[in-house]
C-alpha cells in the first residue's frame, strides 16, 4: 500500500471550472509538497505545507494535519494548467520524500 | 526551477554501456536528493547525498547505481551496464538544509536504454 493516496487519478475539466484533487497519507509528516509537471517537462514545487492553508493566484492548497489529508484546489481553470499534479509529504522519520502518483488534469477550451 | 541544472536532458544508452547524469544543486543548496520516475509510474527516492557524503541511498538499487556529490563539482548518478529496464526519467533536487522547506527540482534526465 502507497503512503500517500491522490484521488481522481484523471481529471478532464472544461476552461473555467473549479478543480480538486485530493490527497491522503497514512505517515506522520512535517510537511507536505503540491508538485506540478508538465508532459515531458521537469517538475515544479507550487506549495509546501505544515498546516491550514495557502494560496498563490487560481490555485489554493488546505492541509488538515489531524485527518491526513490535504487538496489542491484550481480556480477559474484555464488550459494551460493541465499536467500531472503530484502530492509529496515529508515524513516525521527518514530522509526520503512518499509521492502519490499523480493526477493527470485536462483542461478542454 | 531552472536554478537546479541536470544535464544532459536526454540521454540514449546501448544495453551494457555506462549513464552518467549530472546535477548541479542551487547556489547555496548542499543536500541533493535523486529520484526516478519509471514510465507510467510515480517518483521514487533513490538517494540523498550531501557535499561528500551519501547521507541515505536506501532507494537504490544494490547493484550497478552509484551516486557522488564531490566537494567540487556536480552530483553525479552512475548507471553501469545499463539494462532496458533503466529507462526513467531522472530526477534531481535540492534544498539549503535537511528539513527541505525549500526544495528546488530540476528539469530531469529522460534516459532510454536501446
Known amino acids: 500500500k502507497n503512503e500517500v493516496e491522490q484521488s481522481p487519478q484523471n481529471l478532464t475539466a472544461q476552461e473555467g471550472e473549479f478543480i480538486t484533487i485530493n490527497c491522503s497519507y497514512s505517515v506522520g509528516i512535517s510537511a507536505l509538497h503540491w508538485l506540478q509537471q508538465h508532459p515531458g517537462g521537469g517538475i515544479v514545487s507550487l506549495f509546501m505545507l505544515s498546516s491550514g492553508k495557502k494560496k498563490h493566484g487560481r490555485l489554493i492548497a488546505t492541509i488538515n494535519i489531524q485527518e491526513k489529508h490535504s487538496s489542491l484546489h484550481i480556480t477559474a481553470s484555464h488550459p494551460r494548467d493541465s499536467a500531472v499534479y503530484i502530492c509529496a509529504v515529508i515524513p516525521n522519520t527518514g530522509n526520503q520524500f512518499y509521492f502519490g502518483t499523480g493526477t493527470s488534469l485536462t483542461v478542454i477550451p | 526551477n531552472a536554478g537546479v541544472m541536470q544535464n544532459p536532458r536526454h540521454l540514449v544508452r546501448r544495453r551494457g554501456q555506462e549513464a552518467r547524469l549530472r546535477c548541479s544543486p542551487m547556489?547555496?543548496?548542499?543536500?541533493v536528493y535523486w529520484y526516478r520516475q519509471l514510465p507510467e509510474e510515480g517518483l521514487k527516492f533513490m538517494v540523498y547525498?550531501?557535499?561528500?557524503?551519501?547521507?541515505?541511498e536506501s532507494g537504490m538499487p544494490k547493484e550497478r547505481f552509484s551516486a557522488e556529490f564531490p566537494k567540487e563539482g556536480p552530483s553525479i548518478l552512475r548507471i553501469q551496464q545499463v539494462v532496458r529496464g533503466d529507462s526513467a526519467a531522472y530526477f534531481c533536487a535540492s534544498s539549503p538544509n535537511p528539513v527541505r522547506s525549500v526544495y528546488t527540482f530540476g528539469s530531469g534526465t529522460r534516459l532510454t536504454v536501446v
Open positions: 547525498l550531501q557535499k561528500e557524503n551519501i547521507i541515505d
Open positions: 547556489k547555496g543548496h548542499s543536500h
